[in-house]
């Protein structure tokens, strides 16, 4: 995606938002130079997380309903897409979907990343003398610029950015692991540890997407016992809704799995809502885990990073030492311990641990079903009896081959 497509498109929402050009008064109180400055750069900072937890909350959500969390609960298009697997390539609300939309993640993962770029340059080329706490402001727009770069690698088939040619996913994947170590570099100066802790988790997630154990096992490791961190929702706009709340829970567009329901497991935290969904001859079923617009989305946890170095172990022929990892979670949630007779066994013990941990977040099943190419739901949707597409991996949208 170009720069000049990004640019275009904000400087159109700021226009959307004038009912009348002839209306658009000149900055009287904030000088233009200053839109950008210096003075501004905590505001900037800040713009970055925000355009990262708007793409966050469509492209976790998406994911989710795309792979086998959800099933689709009603036949409109393009909802219904989501959750049938035939997303294609020139699908509008996959490719250039808003965050006030549905599930659009192509734009705003691009505008989360582009923004996080830009913001990063700036505060590079300002001195600490003109921006107070600059050096944690470079940790923080770099860690979630990371991050968006992650997600790209992880869940789409193909990345071309600025203008450049298209790529495989795992080109993103190279961005993020060589941002997350600018990350862990600034944070560590800065004394910063929130935004430690979240570039370590996010490191230790691309060396597993990398296939990199040693080191993912390592920076697992090294986050703090009981960190979490969300990425914050609200309901001043849709903007910032909780979008797998609105359209599963409040819409009803989406039901559980039923894999997922009625588990001894109290992790996914599944219930049966009490009624009907969209289509109100479907039961709705819903995670307890989102109970409001508001609800906040987990990005990253102390958890996650356990469940990345019991895998790496695994992968390494430590067996047990993973094993041991997943049961000791297992005891904190009041449940038996696991065993495994084989490296394939204790994989997909891990496999599932993290089905069960990391349900309806982050888009980790997703990326399970693709990493290790599990079968994705075939034949017919259960409710509304369409057949499923073949999407897996999010395609390269047609409008950015075209070059629109």
Request: proline share 3%.
């Amino acid at each position: 995606m170009t720069k000049r497509f990004v640019a275009m498109l904000a400087a159109a929402g700021v226009l959307a938002g004038c009912s009348n050009l002839l209306e658009v008064q000149f900055p009287g109180q904030i000088p233009t130079e200053q839109i950008s400055g210096p003075t501004l750069a905590p505001v900037l900072a800040r713009s970055v997380i925000g355009d990262f937890e708007c793409a966050y909350s469509n492209y976790m959500s998406g994911s989710s309903v795309h792979s086998d969390e959800y099933e689709t609960s009603n036949s409109n298009v393009p909802l219904a897409n989501w959750g049938e697997r035939t997303i294609t390539a020139d699908e509008n609300d996959y490719a250039i979907g808003t965050c006030e939309g549905n599930f659009g993640m192509n734009l705003t993962l691009h505008t989360a990343r582009f923004q996080a770029e830009d913001v990063f340059t700036k505060l590079s080329n300002w001195t600490d003398a003109e921006v107070a706490n600059r050096a944690s402001l470079r940790a923080q727009v770099r860690t979630y610029g990371a991050y968006a770069y992650l997600l790209m690698g992880e869940g789409f088939c193909q990345v071309a950015f600025d203008g450049g040619a298209a790529q495989p996913g795992a080109a993103a994947l190279a961005i993020a692991e060589t941002q997350f170590a600018e990350a862990i570099t600034l944070a560590t100066a800065a004394n910063n540890a929130d935004m430690l802790d979240l570039a370590r988790v996010g490191m230790a997630r691309v060396k597993m997407d990398l296939k990199k154990w040693a080191d993912a096992a390592n920076f697992a490791n090294q986050v703090t016992a009981g960190y979490n961190k969300n990425a914050d929702r609200g309901q001043e706009s849709a903007r910032r809704w909780n979008k797998l709340w609105r359209l599963a829970e409040q819409v009803g567009a989406y039901t559980v799995a039923t894999a997922l329901r009625n588990l001894a497991d109290p992790r996914p935290q599944v219930i049966d809502a009490g009624r009907g969904a969209f289509n109100s001859e479907v039961r709705l079923w819903v995670t307890r885990k989102y109970s409001a617009l508001t609800s906040p989305m987990r990005l990253a946890s102390k958890i996650e990073a356990n469940l990345i170095r019991a895998e790496a172990l695994i992968q390494q022929d430590q067996i047990q030492a993973g094993l041991d990892i997943l049961n000791a979670r297992r005891t904190q949630v009041s449940l038996g311990p696991l065993t495994a007779a084989t490296k394939q066994e204790a994989i997909n013990h891990v496999l599932s641990e993290r089905r069960m941990e990391l349900s309806f977040e982050g888009g980790h099943r997703f990326n399970d079903l693709l990493r290790y190419q599990i079968t994705w739901k075939v034949g017919n949707n259960p409710f509304t009896n369409r057949p499923y597409g073949t999407t897996s991996c999010w395609p390269h949208p047609t409008r950015e081959s075209n070059g629109v």
